[in-house]
């Protein structure tokens, strides 16, 4: 199995443009995770989908952010409009629990 | 609030000896804690964990232990060898089920000098 799949790997924009970050889990898992990794707060789970249905958003920091999982091979994190803060490694995870989780190589942001 | 802690951010270790990996939490309900290590330009990889119903958990060279009444788990990696340089992240969560999810530390930076 590749893994985990994350894309792109790298992105920059500029404050105020739209970001879509995307991700494949590991087939056959049925919990897909959203992390987002800075310096200061660590890891935080932004968001994590069960069966494709969100189940715990509380860790998006605010309605810029959104998150959809169409179906069980590919979740989208977007960030519309983006701002220099959200600069972060945002990490896509899958499992088939919430405890042993797979994370994708991330995806580096950068709002200038 | 942090609800898990690992207030030091950084530790070096000369190789072959015992590396100690502390964190601290403060919600007595949780329940089950694991370790994740992070590479560089990696994502987190799950290492080791342990259930509130044991205080030891070993496997190789990794060791984890849980004091409960102190709300207190480390990581003892022995022998400490140049690749175990990483990024170590303590995380916790209340059970195991559909509602449960995790909560990560900030995560410790192990250097593992030759």
């Known amino acids: 199995d590749a893994g985990v799949i994350q894309s792109p790997r790298h992105e920059v924009t500029e404050m105020g443009q739209e970001v879509t970050l995307r991700c494949k889990p590991i087939?056959?898992?049925?919990?897909l995770f959203w992390y987002r990794q800075t310096m200061m707060r660590g890891l935080e789970l932004l968001i994590y989908f069960n069966n494709n249905v969100p189940i715990d958003d509380s860790g998006m920091p605010e309605d810029r952010f959104s998150a959809k999982m169409p179906n069980a091979s590919f979740s989208t994190l977007k960030i519309q409009p983006s701002e220099p803060r959200d600069s972060a490694v945002y990490f896509c995870a899958s499992g088939h629990n919430t405890d042993t989780q797979y994370f994708g190589p991330g995806t580096r942001l950068t709002v200038l | 609030d942090q609800q898990v802690k690992q207030n030091s951010p950084s530790l070096s270790v000369q190789e072959g000896r015992i590396s100690i990996l502390n964190c601290d939490y403060t919600n007595s309900m949780f329940d089950y804690f694991l370790w994740y290590k992070k590479y560089p330009a990696e994502g987190p990889t799950f290492l080791i964990s342990i259930s509130s119903i044991k205080d030891k958990n070993e496997d190789g060279r990794f060791t984890v232990f849980l004091n409960k009444s102190a709300k207190h788990l480390s990581l003892h990696i022995v022998p400490s060898q140049p690749g175990d340089s990483a990024v170590y992240f303590c995380a916790a969560s209340l059970g195991t089920g559909a509602n449960s999810k995790l909560t990560f530390g900030k995560g410790i930076t192990l250097s593992v000098r030759p």
């Open positions: 087939s056959g898992h049925d919990y």
